[in-house]
């Protein structure tokens, strides 16, 4: 376990909804529970803990990843309990894995341009569990759940919590989404600061329309969307899958942009559901772009380094 605290910067390098990092390590003998901080949490942007748990999952993967790439027999133990979802403990022998920490750490979420193209069909069917559309075809449900996102009061203001939009913000390089990782200019990072600043008194005036005006060109191109589809009461082990779907993608040049937006929003929810023929929406776990970006994103921020 000693052995394990070293490589917490490289666990840390996880993906999760906002960056909040929300999970926690305790140590206790030869085991390391998994669990969350409450204040990292999301609770009125995803107030069921869908991302979460995604989130804990993907830091499970990575956690097994870099312990096995370190020749450390560590497995994980399902245990649910309060603000906790398992345990490492250490086991006869390493992870089985074809990823690597390298691959954890060149591993990260892109929002800039991508090349047309979509994936090549033999490599999307490899993807468990995931169901492809063309971007195009989600640009509507894009647009739709932006406007309900940004017209909500509440949901704006968690997001603004977890904004970094200048260096000199205190926590700039710890957590949260700063300017370069949402690969904003120098003019869309100063309207953003202006925008939310100003929202309380300009949300009526259609602050909100004017704010999801700035994704509309997003998905205006010939790629794909992935939707991760899975058991609603096993986010912790799709979590785990989304990572090593993100790392396959990543070692083959690819990189993902979520859009959560889509699913936190039930109507926008319901229509993909309905337009990919699956029963019960609160199966649709996650949805990004993915594509073979224009330009390298910046590393986002991590609390451990
Ligand atoms: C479950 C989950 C949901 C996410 N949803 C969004 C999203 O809706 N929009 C977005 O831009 N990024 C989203 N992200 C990406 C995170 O913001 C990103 O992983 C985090 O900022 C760390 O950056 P990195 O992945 O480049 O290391 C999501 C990530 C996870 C794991």
């Known amino acids: 376990m000693r052995e394990l605290r070293a490589l917490e910067p490289d666990f840390w390098r996880a993906p999760s909804a906002h960056n909040t990092q929300p999970w926690t390590l305790t ?12 204040a990292r949490a999301l609770p009125i942007s995803d107030p069921t803990g869908r991302d979460l748990r995604l989130s804990l999952g ?17 497995a ?51 993807l468990e569990g995931t169901r492809r559309l063309p971007c195009r075809d989600l640009a509507d449900l894009l647009h739709a759940a932006d406007l309900h996102q940004f017209g909500d009061r509440e949901v704006t203001r968690e997001l ?5 939009l200048t260096r000199r ?18 003019a869309q990072t100063l309207g953003l600061r202006a925008s939310l600043a100003l929202y309380p008194a300009l949300r009526r005036l259609g602050l909100p329309r004017a704010l999801a005006g700035a994704s509309r060109g997003l ?42 937006q889509i699913i936190d929003c039930a109507p926008t929810r319901r229509e993909l559901a309905a ?8 199966t649709l776990l996650h949805v990004a772009r993915v594509g073979r ?10 609390l451990r380094t």
């Open 219 to 260: 998905l205006d191109y010939d790629g794909d969307v992935l939707v991760l589809v899975g058991p609603a009461d096993g986010e912790v082990e799709t979590g785990r899958l989304l990572m090593r779907h993100w790392l396959r993608l990543s070692a083959l040049g690819y990189t993902t942009h979520p859009l959560s």
């Open 76 to 126: 994980f133990r399902p245990d649910p309990g309060p603000q906790r979802v398992g345990f490492l403990y250490a086991a006869g022998r390493p992870y089985e894995t074809p990823f690597t920490t390298a691959d954890v750490r060149a591993r990260g979420v892109n929002r800039g341009e991508y090349h047309a193209g979509r994936l090549p069909e033999e490599l999307a069917a490899t």
């Open 27 to 38: 140590y206790a003998g030869d085991e390391a529970a998994v669990g969350w901080d409450p």
């Open 169 to 186: 913000h205190r926590r700039y390089l710890l957590d949260g989404l700063s300017d370069r990782a949402l690969a904003l200019t120098r």
């Open 58 to 74: 993907a830091f499970v993967e990575c956690c097994l990843i870099v312990c096995a790439d370190a020749g450390l027999g560590v």
């Open 293 to 302: 970006p224009k330009t390298a994103a910046a590393p986002s921020a991590r």
């Open 275 to 282: 337009r990919l023929g699956v029963a019960d929406p609160r």
């Open 160 to 164: 603004r919590d977890w904004l970094r």
